[in-house]
Nanobody
Framework: VQLVESGGGLVQAGGSLRLGCRAS????????MGWFRQAPGKEREFVAD????????NYADSVKGRFIISRDNNKNMVYLQMNSLTPEDTAVYSC?????????????WGRGTQVTVSA
């Protein structure tokens, strides 16, 4: 299993970024995918997830209304559109796949991509 994130970078507050995660090594179209983030000195936190069909999504309260998760099962890609970014969104963002080994756990993680939001 391999998950590779892209699209991170430096952006000013109020700006937008679109992250992508390319998946391989498992049947992408049958698994829930999630985005998580970890800021320096903080625990990793859930950001958003999307079910295998792309019909159900969940968001952390801190990003609801600003971030949008989507997926393209033909391309084995999951995306995170991030709008109205604030310095509090600065973190390493990682994608993860649920249910490859354990039905209810995120089993594999990407290395992450850095998102830095300047004030």
């Amino acid at each position: 299993v391999q998950l590779v994130e892209s699209g991170g970078g430096l952006v000013q507050a109020g700006g937008s970024l679109r992250l992508g995660c390319r998946a391989s090594g498992f049947t992408f179209s049958t698994h829930t995918m999630g985005w998580f983030r970890q800021a320096p000195g903080k625990e990793r936190e859930f950001v958003a997830d999307i079910n295998w069909r792309g019909t159900m999504t969940n968001y952390a309260d801190s990003v609801k209304g600003r971030f949008i998760i989507s997926r393209d099962n033909n391309k084995n890609m999951v995306y995170l559109q991030m709008n109205s970014l604030t310095p509090e969104d600065t973190a390493v963002y990682s994608c993860a796949v649920r249910g490859v080994i354990s039905p209810t756990r995120y089993d594999y993680w990407g290395r992450g991509t850095q998102v830095t939001v300047s004030a």
